[in-house]
């Protein structure tokens, strides 16, 4: 459905008898499945059978609630099961998480590949790191599959392992390649998890920022966690423990970095919407900061705002309204 | 199921006069065959399970045959009340598998019978859970934690229109995002960095249009992106450009032209009148209208 290209030519004869032949085989098997549903057959040769055809389809949902029927028939306390009461069958769940892994492999966005993982892992005595190398190995065939992350951070939450962990792991991610806007989300979800000074993660996160920015400005995965840590701070720097003054160094230092970038890449349109966000939110500051900015600090900053706005219009023309619903909304 | 409520939507709204088709009574058959007596639930074809997914497509499609007085409404009300979890998430059925998608299907199943208040499932806790799902870029992803993404963005966003809560949207800040997802090849994509999909001219735009802000992208240039994803051949409509056609896309690349009022300054011939769409609930206008179905949106933020 998604990524399929039109082949030049109509399929030929050969092409349409295998195809043919391909789907008769595949209904025929559906047929055979779904009667035994119906008949409420539970058997090995059933779970059998539906593990064949999960292998040609794992998107067929009612598959993957089959396999659980059978299990919950052959394993009653598998009813009570529950992250806190699990099962020590390791046998039983790597046949299902082997199954799971073809569907996935099969299907990398399959749902019920990846349901079917995590509704076993709430219920058998699991291997966590096992179940963190597999996500690795699926990242890096594609690093934005989304199943993939949220069952990492789904494993995560269930497993007592180090929150650091996943940050780092986030760093690796995006050292590999900066425009992995899944691995600067995965971050935002662990940068509190740190462990590392306030300072010094500051530091180093505007500098992660900073060497993404200058390497790749086009690429908008920087840009919206430069956005993502500087609304963070703001609203938590008194529980991290960060004066409102260390706060807004940080921003002007952030302002000041992006203009050294505007200078060498005039047009780069992330590079204004950038410092129209940044401004933005020293606006935000300025009703909190207890010492006072010079009034031609603060008129020097919105008359940049407003010129960047006006630029942006005969920039980026496919954003023209909202940069005039910006200039409306203008204090 | 899904499939046929993409099919016979698009038609609906190519103007197509869907009780007139013969093949009409045989799909309405086929729609109770799907039904689960035991759970209230809709399954995605004969034999199959029930599932939210299924039942919001099947109430979709009887709603646009009018025939929604046809089913039995309170056990259909009871499946959809019993996924509701305790943090306010919908499952998908009782496997349990979580999805900010389910709770757009619960949330339009119930509006679509008429059943959003009276209690049958907690609203606030609904939208609550919602809230949880929301980004630092103003997105919303499946679950607590999960990234932005613009199908999941739909979802939340048609929730909280249709519960009546917009004003846990950012709407400038997700408008921004969304906005930021149009490509130089006009479509959209949906989320930073990935190719464009004609199906996010649905997901995106109808987010946009609910915002009041489908003007914060080019329209003309997203127009001539769905445009050239129709196949000349077979006249359906693909993913991107030179791809294969399919249902999916058809109906979702005629919801974002209509979105786009392209048919308001491109009008079609063969007497063909278009029929509008509405963001919220993926129906016809007329059909929303005669149902009486609420649904919030923020006017135009205006040019």
Redesign the interface.
Known sequence: ??????PDAPPSEAETKALKEKTFMYKSLVDVV?QK??VKDKSVETLTLVGKLLKLNPDF??L??MR?EILLESFPSLATASPEAKLDLPDVRDVELQISADGIRRNPKS?GAW?HR??IADRFVMDFEGELQLCKEFLRADQ?N?HC??YR?AIHQRSQLPPLHEFEYSTEKIQENF?N??AF??R??FVKESGMDISALIEQECSVIENAIFTEPD???AW?YQ??LF??LLTQYNDLGISLDTYVQSLEQQLATVQSLLEIEPNSRWAMNSLVFLVGVFDRVRGQYTSEFTLSQVDTLHALRKQLLDQLCVLD???K??Y???I?NLP | MSGVYWGLTALALLGVDLHSESVSSSILEWIFSCFDEASGGFAGNTGHDPHILYTLSALQILALYGKLGDIQREKVISFVASLQQADGSFAGDKWGEIDTRFSYCALSCLSLLGALEGGHVDKEAAVRFIVRCKNFDGGFGAVPGAESHAGQIFCCIGALSIAGALEEVDADLLGWWLSERQCDSGGLNGRPEKQADVCYSWWILSSLSILGRTEWIDVQKLADFILQCQDKDDGGISDRPGNMPDIFHTFFGICGLLLLRHFDEHPLDAGITMVDVDPTYALPRRIVEQLGLYAQSFPPAGK
């Open positions: 459905m998604h990524n399929r290209k039109k779904l549903k119906h949902y009612s993957w609630n659980r749902y349901h995590l509704w934005r989304f992350w949220n951070r425009s806007y899944s989300h995965h935002s979800c690429d908008q995965s919206w956005q993502f609304t963070w023309p496919n954003h309204n909202r005039l619903h910006l409306r």
